[in-house]
């Protein structure tokens, strides 16, 4: 008997560890964020899944120097949170890795709509972002004090970095 509950025990270990799981989840509206995100996971064989936005950016939308573009206005507004298409499970993850763009020094609103959506109980959380001169900043600190529960890791500028590299720091931010 001893040894039947003694090989639950250990078999209950080691189905523990056998799932634990990683997930990349980004959000891109010109493609260079997904690159790197799917690059990233593919290095880490890592799920992946994109933040889906309702309303598609366009060209005109992301116009930084039009402070009536869509993205000036949502950056402008603490309180936009833009809707999302697509729904995120991540329930079967205990690591989340969150890829992003930078703008305007922050992590664009719509990535707030689904930080916010989430339960992140008992999960570790690291932001990668990709930027066109102003890096990561404090968006990943900003965004984990709406990840009530997660355990932040760190943040890093990735723009230039690749995937290998990528695997190599977030593996040494979960040791």
Not at 76 to 86: E, G, L, T, V, Y
Request: hydrophobic fraction near 40%.
């Amino acid at each position: 008997m001893k040894k039947f509950i003694l090989s639950l025990l250990i078999g209950a270990f080691v189905m523990t560890g056998a799932t634990a799981k990683t997930a990349f989840v980004y959000f891109s509206a010109t493609g260079t964020t997904e690159k790197m995100a799917k690059n990233a996971a593919a290095a880490m064989d890592a799920d992946i899944f994109e933040i889906e936005p309702v309303h598609k950016y366009t060209k005109a939308d992301l116009n930084w120097r039009d402070k009536k573009s869509l993205s000036s206005i949502e950056c402008n507004d603490p309180k936009s949170r833009p809707a999302i298409a697509n729904k995120i499970d991540l329930s079967g993850y205990d690591t989340v890795i969150i890829c992003y763009p930078i703008w305007w020094a922050y992590a664009p609103k719509i990535v707030y709509t689904f930080v916010e959506s989430q339960n992140w109980e008992g999960k570790k959380i690291i932001t990668l972002c990709t930027s066109g001169g102003s890096g990561l900043g404090r968006s990943g600190t900003d965004l984990a004090k709406y990840a009530k529960g997660a355990d932040f890791k760190g943040g890093k500028d990735c723009t230039r970095v690749k995937a290998d590299e990528i695997k190599k720091y977030v593996e040494g931010l979960l040791k």
